[in-house]
Nanobody, 127 residues
Framework: QVQLVESGGGLVQAGGSLRLSCATS????????MGWFRQAPGKEREFVAA????????YYADSVKGRFTISRDDAKDTAYLHMTSLKTEDTAVYYC????????????????????WGQGTQVTVST
């Protein structure tokens, strides 16, 4: 059974940092693109960041560029999202996602491109 399990969310003050982890199991995602999305109350799920299957390329939403960093450690079957300079508008449930086909590049921004999803972890940024 394929599982993606996020951790590392919590309550943080504005300007603070958090590192989210996404532990995968059930199959290897070492050659598959992965991403992070988020959904705030009353809003649609939105793209945050993605990393290519090789790890050599990363992609970010304009709203987080320069503040968030996505990375992956395939030896640990884990992806990360390091968030700094957090703002109240970053408050949301953050979801880890993985694409299905290995060695595929191209569509990183659309949720429909990702087959596997975690349950999400809450990030709350206070003033």
């Amino acid at each position: 059974q394929v599982q993606l399990v996020e951790s590392g969310g919590g309550l943080v003050q504005a300007g603070g940092s958090l590192r989210l982890s996404c532990a995968t199991s059930g199959r290897s995602f070492s050659n598959t693109a992965m991403g992070w999305f988020r959904q705030a109350p009353g809003k649609e799920r939105e793209f945050v960041a993605a990393i290519s299957w090789s790890g050599s390329s990363t992609y970010y939403a304009d709203s987080v560029k320069g503040r968030f960093t996505i990375s992956r450690d395939d030896a640990k079957d884990t992806a990360y999202l390091h968030m700094t300079s957090l703002k109240t508008e970053d408050t949301a449930v953050y979801y880890c996602a993985a694409q299905s086909a290995p060695f595929r590049s191209g569509n990183y921004y659309s949720a429909e491109a990702y087959r596997y999803w975690g349950q999400g972890t809450q990030v709350t940024v206070s003033t």
